[in-house]
Nanobody, 126 residues
């Protein structure tokens, strides 16, 4: 089993920055793609950004491209999401997720991910 715990969420203003962190424990995760998703009430969980096991590839949703940066530190079993130029529409619960397959792709579908964190709330006021 793998446990994922997100942190770093909070209430910020339009244009501010936040850095989310996701700590993985239980089993080594450094061979697998990891991603960030977000969800607002009444909507489906959506892909935000993903990164392959060796950080060789990243992928971003169009809505966050150029503003968010995903990174990972395999030595520390940590995943990060640096969020800049935040907008009210970025308000959501953010989840980190782990794909438990030896792949080099970055799936955007939620059913491709086996392990999920509990989420951290990000609220951006205008």
């Amino acid at each position: 089993q793998v446990q994922l715990v997100e942190s770093g969420g909070g209430v910020v203003q339009f244009g501010d920055s936040l850095r989310l962190s996701c700590a993985a424990s239980g089993r080594p995760v450094n061979s697998f793609t990891m991603s960030w998703f977000r969800q607002t009430p009444g909507k489906e969980r959506e892909f935000v950004a993903g990164i392959t096991w060796n950080s060789g590839r990243t992928n971003y949703a169009d809505a966050v491209k150029g503003r968010f940066i995903i990174s990972r530190d395999n030595a520390k079993s940590m995943l990060y999401l640096q969020m800049n130029s935040l907008k009210p529409e970025d308000t959501a619960v953010y989840y980190c997720a782990l794909n438990w397959k030896p792949i080099v792709q970055i799936p955007s579908a939620t059913n491709e991910y086996v392990y999920w964190g509990q989420g951290t709330q990000v609220t951006v006021s205008s």
